[in-house]
């Protein structure tokens, strides 16, 4: 008998790392009946993944609404999965990292009799409140899970701390390093042509240095991104050898205040979310990264990319302990400060960026499809 298995993911993030799982699990189709069903917690930025990945979903709830909420984006999402877990009724849910599809799809999936199987677990900043709702979020699917895979020994280490079985956890490295990997080879091939990227290179100018800037988390919201866009005016006007390229989280909270408070810099340029290779290739680039992204600070010490994090915690503490990550918080000045710092002096610049790989080997699907083989 195959083992039925069933990957649910809704955003981007969640999209980008488990997609490689999702092609790891239908390779052994003589061993797995394996389904993907998206929350579509994001849309559009969800669809840019499934289609350079090319899996075709076999349940979409198709939940995104506008500026949706908390409350009901999480009713919304566990209502919806009852019929999808009756009509499939797997052996193994798989959920991934901590938005608010992973938590209520770990519920769903525990309430279904399923096993739970946390891709990304044991991420931790022991702060209720940052990042905001997602340190709860992954802490409520790890306690609803059966199987946890940890991307590094810190994360196994935060599990084993809030007394999880040790023979149910594995450290497989983070699945983001297969994405990356995945996305890299097929970029670098000959045949491999992508309009988005032919467009980038005509707005990246060559002779200036690159600050590739993302950002959304819900705590930045309101007068953290005034802050942000502050400090990176500042830097633009002050820096005539910068170019800034920034794709605009779709949130409208995110939205407003960037292209109001923007939009008109001559050395600034807003765009829309890139694809998977598109963004990769861009980090590629630049000189150096400003974001709030959890997954960007997971794939830019891979890229030998110093990146400075606008949040005041992070679940990611390998990278900057590396040296290769340095956290800023949402402080006009600090952002400032330390961007002044890299663009100037070398030596620090240098420092920030030797090649780190805390994060994987690239072979994380691989430990978790044998991992599941046996069980
Ligand atoms: C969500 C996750 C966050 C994750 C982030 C990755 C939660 C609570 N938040 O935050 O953990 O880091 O995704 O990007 O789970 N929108 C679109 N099109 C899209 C995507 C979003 O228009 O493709 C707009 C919609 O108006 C939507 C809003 O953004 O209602 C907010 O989306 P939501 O998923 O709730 O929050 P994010 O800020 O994207
Ligand atoms: N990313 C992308 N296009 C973009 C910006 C980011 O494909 O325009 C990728 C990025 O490489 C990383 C992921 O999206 O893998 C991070 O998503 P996000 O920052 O939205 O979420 P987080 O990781 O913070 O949860």
Redesign the pocket.
Known sequence: MKKKNLIIF????EAIKMAPLVKAFLKKSDYFDTKVCITA??????DQVLSFFDIIPDYDLDL?????N?YS?TADIITSLKPVLEDFNPDFVYVHG?????MAASIAAFYSGAKVCHVEAGLRTFNKRS?F??EI?RSIAGSVSDFHFAPTTTSRDNLLNENITDSNILVTGNTVIDALEYSSAIVSSDVYQDKEIEDLKRIVENDKRLLLVTG???ENHGQGFINICSALKTIAQKHKDVQIIYPV??????QKPVYDLLGNEENIKLIA?LSYPSFVWLMNKSYLIITD??GVQEEAPSLGKPVLVMRDTTERPEAVDAGTVLLVGTDTNKIINETNKLLKDNKNYEEMSKLHNPYGDGKACERIVNFILNK
């Open positions: 809704g955003t981007r993030p917690q994001h849309r559009e930025m969800l995104m609404k506008p500026n949706q908390l984006l901590d938005t608010t599809t992973t990042p709702p997602e979020n959304h988390r819900r989280h779709l949130n409208p909270n995110v979310p992204s959890g």
